[in-house]
């Protein structure tokens, strides 16, 4: 259902170039809580790193709490580039710099930014260092893959 329009809506709609605004602030805001969402998920997949590292320890098995750590460490940089990327003041989501079709590009990147995300996130108890180190992999490519296209467009 659809909700009424309010009284600013309404004045809103009489103002040129204000449907523009509203919709750039809605790229923003759907960009910034699309990375705060990459970012809750990344948070948590480094918590079970980490659980998982105490384990090795506990175990005595040194080789295997170092590499877990290597992985939280590039878990930690994929965090840290997702939350500080610029979103929501950028100049990319203005009008005039992005059309339908390329912003289409980048919400898909970002779907499979997520899967990807989730997916590791679902499994990262179970599975063993190379399936982790993959799956970091192509999240770390598949964000990159973003700022190329990104950086294209500006």
């Given at each position: 259902m659809d909700r009424a329009k309010n009284f600013l809506d309404m004045i809103g709609s009489l103002i040129p170039g204000y449907n523009g605004y509203a919709e750039r602030e809605g790229r923003r805001n759907c960009d910034k809580i699309l990375r705060e969402s990459i970012f809750s998920e990344l948070v948590?997949?480094?918590?079970?790193?980490?659980?998982?590292?105490?384990?090795?320890?506990?175990?005595?098995?040194?080789?295997?709490?170092?590499?877990?750590d290597e992985i939280r460490k590039k878990t930690n940089t994929l965090s840290s580039k997702v939350r500080y990327a610029p979103h929501g003041a950028s100049?990319?989501?203005?009008?005039?710099?992005?059309?339908?079709?390329?912003?289409?590009?980048?919400?898909?990147?970002?779907?499979?930014?997520?899967?990807?995300?989730?997916?590791?996130?679902?499994?990262i108890k179970t599975i063993n260092i190379l399936?982790?180190?993959?799956?970091?992999?192509?999240?770390?490519?598949?964000?990159?893959?973003r700022d190329s296209i990104i950086i294209q467009l500006k």
């Open positions: 948590v997949i480094e918590k079970t790193i980490y659980e998982r590292i105490n384990t090795a320890l506990s175990e005595k098995n040194k080789e295997l709490a170092k590499k877990l100049p990319f989501f203005s009008d005039n710099q992005i059309k339908e079709d390329e912003l289409l590009q980048i919400y898909q990147i970002d779907y499979e930014l997520l899967k990807l995300i989730k997916d590791l996130k679902n499994d399936e982790i180190e993959n799956l970091l992999g192509l999240c770390l490519d598949t964000f990159s893959k």
